[in-house]
């Protein structure tokens, strides 16, 4: 099967806001691959936007991917029909590998060598974001390890937003025995971190130490609600619905509880925190990574929505912790 490429040009900011499986594309199926790349070091102006996709596209795919970069819209784009080449194999030949805190991520190209002691992933390029070549995703990697080296304890976790499972697969290495859900509003993103579960050797399903998997908008699903409080949230999304879903996400958190938040640069920081601390979460600490910082905010006792009530032995009991459950 043949393959083709389509290339326009774009600005840093367009590139760094595009919703990688966003509304613009899903009436494409199956969905082009994006990269995005710097044609001119360090000019804001000079980056590209490069689709591939596995036959010819029309106007209609055309016109998706340049509403993605509206700075391109005068630009005639470059229409390429591909050598019968693993086009995939060869995107991701230039992606590197990561090692972030005690993690070492990597696609099948590009193994590298591995550092003594490091924990590895295997998570390809393609179909979901969170490959841990973007900052958000490498400083949330060091921001769980370090909660880890710390001593913190955590049994019971969610990654809000999945993309590849990456997060949640790290956040269940450093705390082997936690209950742990992984969601993402997108069902292929679901799909993606189910194979890189299977791939990764980590088991699937409802009980400790296994991951269970939910296509939900936020917490909006029974499975997610009914597995609260968590007292790890990890949120790699981006600042507006990081804002939007403030209540939701500090409520579900247990009192005393962590959240994790990523995908905002660092011009958003103060929105994004402002609308936790209305929330009764304060900032407890940040990894800055480039323009991309790691939030880590904590949960003050007795405040929300309303306390979650769990039945345990005696009845109800109020949240936190796994004693009212």
Sequence with gaps: MSSWKITLPCTRD????????????????????????????????????????????????????????PSAGKAKPLVEKLPDEDWVTLSQAGIE??????????????????PEGAKTFLIEAGRAFGTGTHETTSGCLRTLDAMRARGEVVRNLIDVGTGTGLLAFAAMHLW??????????????????????????????????????AAAPGLEHPLLLNRAPYDLIIANVLAGPLIELAPSISAALAEGGTLVLAGLLETQTERVAHAYRRQGLRLAGRTSTGEWPALRLRKRA????????????????????????
């Excluded at 590209?48 to 055309?62: L, M, T």
């Excluded at 990764?200 to 009980?207: D, H, I, K, S, W």
């Design 97 to 114: 590998p990561v090692h972030a805190g005690r993690f070492y991520v990597h696609t099948g190209t590009n193994r590298g060598d591995v």
């Design 302 to 325: 007795r405040y929300g929505w309303g306390r979650v009530e769990r039945p345990g032995p005696d009845g109800l009991g109020l949240a936190p912790g796994f004693g009212s459950w």
């Design 14 to 69: 367009e590139a760094e806001a595009i919703d990688f499986e966003g509304a613009e594309l899903l009436g494409i199926d199956p969905a082009p691959v994006l990269l995005t790349s710097e044609t001119i070091p360090d000019d804001p102006l000079a980056w590209q936007i490069e689709a591939y996709f596995e036959s010819k596209p029309g106007k209609a795919e055309i016109a998706a991917l340049q509403t993605l970069v």
């Design 176 to 213: 082997p025995r936690a209950y742990a859900t992984a969601s993402d509003i997108d069902p292929v993103a679901v799909e993606v971190t189910a194979e890189n579960a299977v791939v990764n050797g980590v088991p699937l399903g409802v009980g400790m130490g296994q991951l269970a998997l």
